[in-house]
Each structure stands twice: as structure tokens, then as C-alpha cells.
């Protein structure tokens, strides 16, 4: 399995951005992840692609979105709201039909946000 991300950039605070991230192969789930210099990498947020079910980490719930579309074996992540803690690199990966254990990582898309 291939990924690929894009989206990232520099954005004010509370402006917006979205992440996409393409994957070649067979898929169970996909999710983003992200780590801040300094910081260990954490979970952000996830997508189920047998039903869709969503899974959101607390610091990004009601603020950033993810969806996916089947036919491009895409995912992506709407951020709303952004603050500058949420200035980080952004990674991609697919996991296991359970969700359970993320197998195959992207490389990862820059989101600064900074006025």
C-alpha cells in the first residue's frame, strides 16, 4: 500500500485547511496522525471504510472532520477552527480491517498555523 498527503501549509489562527491523502491498495481504515516538534506523535483522527464510523481524538472533536471517498480510495481531513497548537506534521496511514494496528504510513504534510 502507497500514500500519498497533501494540504498542508501556513494558515492564521482560526482559519481552515484540508488534508488529502490517496492510497493504493486494499484498505480497512484510514487515519491521521500528527506530532509537533518535541512531542511524541498522537492520534487525530480515523475513518472505518466499511461503514464510515468516525473516531476523533478529544483535542480536535468538533473542529476538524474526516471523510473519504471510496471510489478515489481517498481519505481527507477538514480543519476548522485551527490554533497554533495544532501546528504540526501530519501523517496519514492505513490499518487493519479492526483498526487496530496502523500498517502503512505517507510521508507526512506540514500544517503551520501562525498569524
Known amino acids: 500500500v502507497q500514500l500519498q498527503a497533501s494540504g498542508g501549509g501556513l494558515v492564521q489562527p482560526g482559519g481552515s485547511l484540508r488534508l488529502s491523502c490517496a492510497a493504493s491498495?486494499?484498505?480497512?481504515?484510514m487515519g491521521w496522525f500528527r506530532q509537533a516538534p518535541g512531542k511524541d506523535r498522537e492520534f487525530a483522527a480515523a475513518i472505518r471504510w466499511a461503514d464510515a464510523g468516525k473516531y476523533y481524538a478529544d483535542s480536535v472533536k468538533g473542529r476538524f472532520t474526516i471523510s473519504r471517498d471510496n471510489a478515489k480510495n481517498t481519505v481527507y481531513l477538514q480543519m476548522n477552527s485551527l490554533k497554533p497548537e495544532d501546528t504540526a506534521l501530519y501523517f496519514c496511514a492505513v490499518s487493519n480491517p479492526s483498526m487496530t494496528r496502523y500498517d502503512y504510513w505517507g510521508q507526512g504534510t506540514q500544517v503551520t498555523v501562525s498569524s
Open positions: 491498495g486494499r484498505i480497512g481504515g
